[in-house]
């Protein structure tokens, strides 16, 4: 087992890119949210894409065993499960 001293947290995930649009239809699809995304092409002083860098963990010999759009919905199921919104049909979205 490696321990991990440091006062910086490690980043923990696949270590790729993703664009902020497609994290959006990610949580959208999780949640069950129906209507249509739309950017804001005023506003393009964003950052379209966040990458993440995992090294540090990865070096450390960690890496992601569920992938991000199943993260997700373990993670809305949890929170749901843990705030009395058991079903998945109670959403406001939904």
Not at 3 to 20: D, K, M, T, Y
Not at 31 to 42: E, F, K, M, N, T
Not at 47 to 76: F, N
Request: glycine letters at 10%.
């Amino acid at each position: 087992m490696c321990v991990f001293r440091s006062n910086r947290a490690p980043i923990l995930g696949e270590g790729g890119g993703l664009q902020i649009i497609e994290l959006a239809r990610l949580v959208a699809e999780v949640i069950g949210y129906q209507a249509r995304i739309v950017l804001d092409p005023s506003y393009p002083d964003g950052t379209p894409q966040k990458l993440l860098d995992a090294s540090r963990i990865t070096a450390l010999g960690w890496q992601a065993q569920t992938p991000l759009p199943e993260w997700l919905k373990k993670t809305y199921d949890w929170f749901r499960r843990s705030h009395g919104l058991v079903s998945r049909e109670a959403t406001p979205f939904g």
